[in-house]
């Protein structure tokens, strides 16, 4: 009788498992309770176009830490002691150059709407003044702009951090770093549509 009391509970037990577990929909909380009753209360995770104060932390450009927040790395994805300055520069640069490829259609369609332009000599984009660009549908809402300038900041930073890497380098190498420049903001106005606005003394659409 003991056991089969035993048993039962058991078997109850586990039932009421499994509908919990059944009626649970984040899939990363599914999985943190998975063969477990107990509950884990695991912070919301949202995954934005703007970096992070934790992203900021990891790659430099912010010393405070975000509040009740969660880092989660792994030993292949964290830097080792005796990994070099040159290595982790690369890892930097394929991080910038991500951010560059995760903007490139949110550019285009802020682009394309007016809202955003291409500095020619600075290898930059930013806002078109409305007086030249008049908005029309929802870029007319100050959060839709608010919201393309953020994209611009983000644009600019990851660029501004490869001209110098890749600047370094080529004056490591003795080569003509005025080129590197050159280059870079060349391949940026090539990207530039017909009728996207540019700035180059004046703002003017790109024929």
């Known amino acids: 009788m003991r056991l089969l009391f035993l048993f039962l509970s058991c078997s109850v037990l586990l039932l009421n498992c499994a509908f919990i577990q059944k009626n649970i929909k984040d899939p990363l909380t599914n999985f943190g309770r998975r063969g ?7 912070p919301p995770i949202t995954l934005t176009p703007q970096r992070t104060s934790a992203e900021r932390q990891l790659i430099g450009e912010d010393r405070e830490i975000e509040k009740d927040g969660w880092l989660l790395a792994s030993t292949r994805s964290t830097s080792r002691t005796n990994d ?6 690369s890892r930097r640069v394929y991080r910038e150059q991500a951010i560059l490829e995760f903007y490139a259609e949110p ?24 007086i030249y660009s008049p908005r029309t549908g929802r870029f007319r809402s100050p959060d839709e702009v608010e919201a393309a300038r953020r994209v611009g900041e983000e644009i600019n930073r990851s660029r501004a951090y490869l001209l110098q890497y890749f600047m370094k380098k080529e004056k490591e190498k003795g080569g003509d770093v005025s080129s590197v420049e050159r280059t870079l903001k060349a391949s940026y106005l090539k990207q530039v549509k017909p009728g996207e606005w540019i700035l180059a003394g004046s703002w003017t659409r790109q024929r």
């Open 36 to 42: 477990s009753c107990i509950s884990i209360d695991i």
């Open 84 to 89: 070099s300055v040159s290595l982790q520069d």
């Open 107 to 130: 550019l285009r369609e802020y682009a394309r709407a007016g809202v955003l332009g291409e500095i020619v000599d600075e290898g930059r984009v930013t806002v078109v003044p409305e």
